[in-house]
């Protein structure tokens, strides 16, 4: 089992800047992957960014440029950090991981609500 608390959502005005934090109960050692997804009302979860045990991201092509992942594996942290934000990013963010091993377990932290004024 793995526990998931994200924190730092909030409202935000656009052109703003906005840091998510995922604290998991392990460290991320034991992971295969680390990364934020979001949804918004009406939709479905999206993938926002990734990153892989060796440090390699991925982000949706909505984010790049303004969006930043990253991870502190001393701290079993995992950030997103979010600048020129725009209404369009207002949903419920979530971190997931998947854990190291054959059945690639997946977890799911609460979300955190981010509201984007206008």
Do not use: H
């Amino acid at each position: 089992q793995v526990q998931l608390v994200e924190s730092g959502g909030g409202l935000v005005q656009a052109g703003g800047s906005l840091r998510l934090s995922c604290v998991a109960s392990r460290s991320p050692t034991s992971f295969n992957s680390m990364g934020w997804y979001r949804q918004a009302p009406g939709n479905e979860r999206d993938l926002v960014a990734t990153i892989a045990r060796g440090g390699i991201t991925n982000y949706a092509d909505s984010v790049k440029g303004r969006f930043t992942v990253s991870r502190d594996n001393a701290k079993n942290t995992l950030y997103l950090q979010m600048n020129s934000v725009k209404p369009e990013d207002t949903a419920v963010y979530y971190c997931r991981v998947v854990l190291l091993g054959p059945r690639a377990d997946v977890y799911w932290g609460q979300g955190t609500q981010v509201t984007v004024s206008s």
